[in-house]
């Protein structure tokens, strides 16, 4: 069975071998369309994210792309919104990454 992970590392792994950088993005935590007025869980403080899920995500995917050396970046999260953005909550977040 072809998981979506290995099927991630497939694509970018091919990409590499055609040489084509990657900056693996973060861009929501559950899958579907992105950026509108009702996606709950773009960043913090929005009823669907989990900030430790999301640091756990960051985790797996730095550990799965590591000897990737055409892997040259990782977003930690795509798009904060403006307005809706929590910029008091990503300071006191971002110390759950810097262990990862």
């Known amino acids: 069975m072809v998981t979506v992970i290995i099927c991630c590392q497939e694509v ?10 990657v900056i693996l993005d973060n861009h929501l935590t559950t899958p579907g ?9 773009a960043f913090f403080g929005y009823p669907h994210f989990d900030p430790l899920v999301w ?3 960051l985790r797996k995917m730095a550990t799965l792309f590591r000897n990737f ?11 904060p919104r403006g307005a809706r953005d929590y910029p008091d909550l990503w300071f006191r977040y971002i110390l759950l990454i810097l262990n990862i």
């Open 33 to 41: 369309w992105c950026c509108g007025d009702n996606d709950l869980d």
């Open 12 to 21: 970018v792994s091919n990409l590499g071998e055609n040489g084509v950088m």
């Open 69 to 79: 050396t055409h892997v040259i970046g990782m977003s930690l999260r795509n798009e």
């Open 55 to 57: 640091a756990k995500g």
